[in-house]
């Protein structure tokens, strides 16, 4: 069975950083691009970032450029998003999430087929 | 940047009955559309990708269709688990990957 389980998230202070995690079990995780994405309270879902399989390309939203990165520890299956300076309208549940792989091709796919539950982000003084 | 927009914001059906949902895209994305449903305190699951091709384990009522700029997702008869927050998202232009606000199905 595929798992994804996000940790790390919490209350801090504005401009204050945090780290999420995402462990991956139940599928192959290191042939998956990843992404991270957001839901603020009461709000729809936000992409944040993407990674490829090696790390070598990563994308960002463009209100978390610079602020936050994104990256991946293929040999622990994990995912991870640091997060600085944080904003107020940075506070949302973080959902670690994968791009579908195609084993026959070898292709990816840019929906999102796995997801975790998410972790809660609160940024406030 | 692709702006997704769906209508309509709030749909109420009763039980047994057809819901369909829209979402256009602000620029043509081919058929790179996926529907997402998420019920209160889940993750978003996926339900149909490629515009029209239904995920893993999602029952047959669920129907999407559309191209370029016009999206419908339809649920064909509505069960009560079926209740939830709908959202489109396009993966033809990116980044950044753009959802559309959502559409919440409610009973009547």
């Known amino acids: 069975e595929v798992q994804l389980v996000e940790s790390g998230g919490g209350l801090v202070p504005p401009g204050g950083s945090l780290r999420l995690s995402c462990a991956a079990s139940g599928f192959t995780s290191t042939l998956y691009w990843m992404a991270w994405v957001r839901q603020a309270p009461g709000k729809g879902l936000e992409w944040v970032a993407t990674i490829k399989q090696d790390g070598s390309e990563k994308y960002y939203l463009d209100s978390v450029q610079g602020r936050f990165t994104i990256s991946r520890d293929n040999a622990k299956n994990s995912l991870y998003l640091q997060m600085r300076s944080l904003r107020a309208d940075d506070t949302a549940r973080y959902y670690c999430?994968?791009?579908?792989?195609?084993?026959?091709?070898?292709?990816?796919?840019?929906?999102?087929?796995?997801w975790g539950q998410g972790t809660l982000v609160t940024v406030s003084s | 940047e692709v702006v997704m927009t769906q209508s309509p914001a709030t749909l109420s059906v009763s039980p047994g009955e057809r819901a369909t949902l829209s979402c256009r895209a602000s620029?043509?994305?081919?058929?790179?559309l996926a529907w997402y449903q998420q019920k209160p305190g889940q993750a978003p699951r996926l339900l149909i990708y490629g515009a029209s091709t239904r995920a893993a384990g999602v029952p047959a009522r669920f129907s999407g269709s559309g191209s370029e700029t016009e999206f419908t997702l339809i649920i064909s008869s509505l069960q009560s688990e079926d209740f939830a927050i709908y959202y489109c998202q396009q993966y033809d232009n990116w980044p950044p990957f753009t959802f559309g606000q959502g559409t919440k199905v409610e009973m009547k």
């Open positions: 620029l043509r994305v081919g058929r790179n």
């Open positions: 999430a994968s791009h579908p792989y195609y084993y026959g091709s070898g292709n990816q796919d840019w929906f999102y087929d796995y």
